[in-house]
């Protein structure tokens, strides 16, 4: 019944880079050794248009950024902000990092840059609306066999489950791009205070040129919670973006003893 499921979601079909989506291809394959990094973005980008089934028309080279559809939409992801490429490299390759965790997979951009630029395991928590979030997801754990895990489900419960049932899990960075109201936010933000590696951690929060979402880092920072490192704000192609660099203190301690959610 799997394989018969798996036969239809990839069944072979030339994609929109000339890519040939087949099961082998999409759940068997492991990495190749030297692949490049355009390579594997442009293969993420095809599985992620072929999902979609946005055209059959070849598309100019580049990112999946112009691609729109009358009722479907592919959500902006960070490969679009080259001050975030950036960022997200440097704090992938730093020392020390054996596991990812993230809230908001989306398309799989941020974790395919976890994926390359370090040889830390990921974890990434996502509602899984998205039609091309679970293809995207299949295709990644294909490259990188065994390094990535997938949570479907909603952070605000799902991230603090997790942390029950395997309370010895610490995250040496952690990469928030989920709900942009005050309550997600926060929330979010609360919670993965009990995933991190307290003596040795980043956070990067997306999106905080957002009033909710920078309100909500700007609490944590009145209580003490996180100390943060830099922030970016500015104008990208398709409009406002901004991200903040931090770090959980010591004192975040605290949320694991009272509860995180209030």
Known sequence: MLQDVTNRLFAATQNLR???LSPPLA????PRQGVAEVDLTEGLDAVVAWSMRL????LPKGSIAHIWHPDREIEGHTNMVPEAIEVMNGLAAAEGVKTICEVGFNAGHSALRWLTYSSAKVLSFDLGDHPYSRPAAMWLASQFPERLELIWGDSLATVPEFHRRKPGVQCELIFIDGGHSYDCAIRDLKNLAGLANLKNNRIL???TFL???????DEM??????EELQSFSGEIEVGSY???VGMYTERA???LRVGAVE
């Open 211 to 217: 009033d909710d979402v920078r309100r909500a880092w």
């Open 242 to 244: 901004g991200f903040t």
């Open 253 to 255: 301690a605290e949320l």
């Open 18 to 20: 000339g890519y040939w």
């Open 55 to 58: 055209t059959d028309k070849p």
């Open 205 to 207: 929060l997306d999106d």
């Open 221 to 226: 920072l009145e209580m003490g919670y996180v």
């Open 27 to 30: 759940t068997k394959r492991a």
